[in-house]
């Protein structure tokens, strides 16, 4: 009896310890690294490659601003491509197996993926890194950003966030088939159109493709594996900036020897996003749902400027960087706009920092009818809290547009109302052209505001008091 109990506590044990260690996530440990001349703290993490924690002789690791580093070695070891070296210029030449060229240049935003230039964030320029600074273990690396790396390549890169660690995926290998592809439909282009009313992503030539589809999470993508195809190009990864309701972009690769793959990028705070195929004559029409249900407000755009990024953190306070709220609050409002038909135009959509300067550009170019800006305030003491909209007098309608946002605004989330306030001094306000507003969406330097802010329902209601703000602005003054 006794035995058994020992036993079975034992088995108790041993059962917790052990759905313990698979649940738990990667422990979370910072390791300081010389990046730039500068001592850099950055979170050390193994890549889990189909399902395989890989450690390398370096670590990998995450930066302030999320992005995953990997040692170039990382590419030539998984991927099978081969690395050369241009000293004079510090710029690395990967070559895959495929015929894939990419050409990295240490803190260089310009890559060129098969001669093709194309500008990365500064978050995520490749950077020479030392590890073990100042001491007898030294070893410096370039390291290069995994996920645009992987996705050029054709694996998939989420971030797994229960394990808190990145992860790919390889694509599946066909066998290679005999005697050339037998692939009967090549893809030439990607476009956005109309189909029954519909805004759709259309691609051309598939005329009848079998299509098989799935979804990723983290961060949510759908993918539409086109069979017996190839691109026309002969391969190669191509973006598109189609942006139809909760899809965001538009990614197209050769996945196997006769298979495309199309993804698209969804929108965070989107759960179930759906789409309808259409297989027509000459082309495939991929139509995002939920969208051409809602009435069309044909040409009224919305510029959304999530404040800070990248470099510039805004305020940061009780844990807070501000522009992740920003960034947070903007990309639910860019989706929740689109589904009450409104045209959107982000200054930014992801953790990157744009100049003022660009971002009124943007808007001004784009003839933006209004102009969003979301912020978040601070203070030296803890006790003030609310919520105010600036504007800039100069400009018709400013103060209308600030006034109807901050009554929606008070109205839903019970905040403290700070009123409307004149401001002719930012930049986002006198050098845009049209009605715009700057709302300071609550304090990060209140407690209580700041745990408030950082709760999604809560900042649902911000989204949604916009949305109702905007719809009165325009349906009482018009575009
Ligand atoms: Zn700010």
Known sequence: ??????????????????????????????ITVRIDGKNVSVREVPVVMDGKQIHLDVPSYIIKAGYTYVPIRFVTERYGAKVDWIQQTNTAVVKTAKGTEIKLTINSRNVYVNGKKQVIPSDMVPKFTVFNYGTKKADGRTMVPLRFISELLGYEVGYDKA???????????EEPSRGGSTA???????????VNGKEAIAVYKTANVKVNTSKLTNPQRLVFDLQSSILASGGGSYQYNISIGPVTKVRVSQFSSDVVRVVLDIAD???????????????LYIIPKGVASTPSKPNIIISL?????????????????????NLLVGTKLNVALKNAGYDTLMTRDS?????????????????????ISLHCNSFTSDGAKGIEVLYNPNR??????????????????????????QRTDLAVLNQTTMPAALIEMGFISNKEEAEKLKDPSYQNKIVQAIVNGVEKYFSTYGK
């Open 396 to 421: 018709a309608n400013s103060q209308q547009l600030a006034q109807m946002l901050l009554d929606e605004l008070v109205k839903a989330t019970g905040a403290n109302n700070r009123g409307i306030k």
């Open 1 to 30: 009896m006794k035995k058994w109990k020992v036993f079975l506590s034992l088995l108790l044990v041993l059962m917790f310890m052990s759905t313990s260690v698979f649940a738990a996530a990667y422990p979370i440990k910072w």
């Open 269 to 283: 705070g989107e759960k179930n996003p759906e789409v309808e195929l259409i297989n027509n004559k000459d082309k």
């Open 305 to 325: 400027d999530p404040g800070h990024g990248g470099k510039d953190p805004g305020a940061v306070q009780n844990g807070i960087n501000e522009k992740d709220i």
């Open 163 to 173: 394990k808190g660690l990145p992860f790919i995926n390889t694509p599946k290998q």
């Open 351 to 371: 953790d990157v920092y744009v100049d003022l300067k660009d971002r009124a550009e943007l808007a001004n170019s784009n003839e933006a009818n209004v102009f």
């Open 184 to 194: 009967v439909n090549k893809v030439t282009e990607i476009k956005k159109e109309v």
